[in-house]
């Protein structure tokens, strides 16, 4: 276990994103493993995303993206867990239609390494009919701000059937338990 994950499980994520971004340093100098360069990415990402700092996330998704892009294109299900994960931070954000453009993407790519039956297929199907109905009423209202109605509970459940990489799918899993109960 890395210093980095313990601060992540004691949520000091700041200190997380610290360390995790001098395990990048650290492994730039040593050797160029893409696969594990981009697993920081994707830490450092979701970290930012636990703290809510989406452009931030957002930024080291589309640095894992661009990675994999390039150096590891024969990995779909990890690729696909990347698009998915960009449209998270779309849907956070409320832009829905980015969102969907990524939640796309991922569906896509399962679907070229995985059975059309596959839980991430499935469950990425259901996020897309979601934000599509969500983008339908907002382009449905007649109003100037042209708001959408936010359901915290949709957004948790949303959340909960795409985030499902790693350790943070667990943690997540735990958190959006918590937060379903309140609601």
Excluded: C
């Amino acid at each position: 276990m890395s210093i980095g994950m313990v601060y992540f499980l004691q949520q000091d994520y700041a200190q997380a994103i610290s360390y995790q971004k001098q395990a990048l340093d650290t492994l730039a100098i040593v050797t160029p493993a893409h696969d594990l360069t981009s697993k920081i990415y994707r830490n450092i990402a979701n970290l930012y995303a636990k703290t809510k700092e989406f452009d931030s996330a957002l930024e080291y998704f589309q640095k894992a993206l661009a990675l994999n892009d390039r150096d590891l294109k024969d990995d779909g299900l990890t690729l696909g867990q990347i698009y998915a994960d960009i449209g998270v931070m779309y849907y956070s954000k409320e832009d829905y239609k980015q969102a969907l453009d990524y939640f796309t993407k991922a569906h896509a790519t399962w679907l070229k390494s995985l059975r059309p039956s596959h839980l991430y297929v499935k469950s990425m199907e259901k996020t897309i009919r979601t934000v599509e109905s969500k983008l339908s009423m907002y382009y449905s209202k007649q109003d100037t701000k042209q708001t959408l109605d936010y359901s915290p509970a949709a957004g948790v459940t949303l959340l909960k059937s795409i985030l499902s990489s790693d350790l943070y799918a667990k943690s997540m899993e735990k958190t959006t338990h918590t937060v379903e109960s309140k609601l």
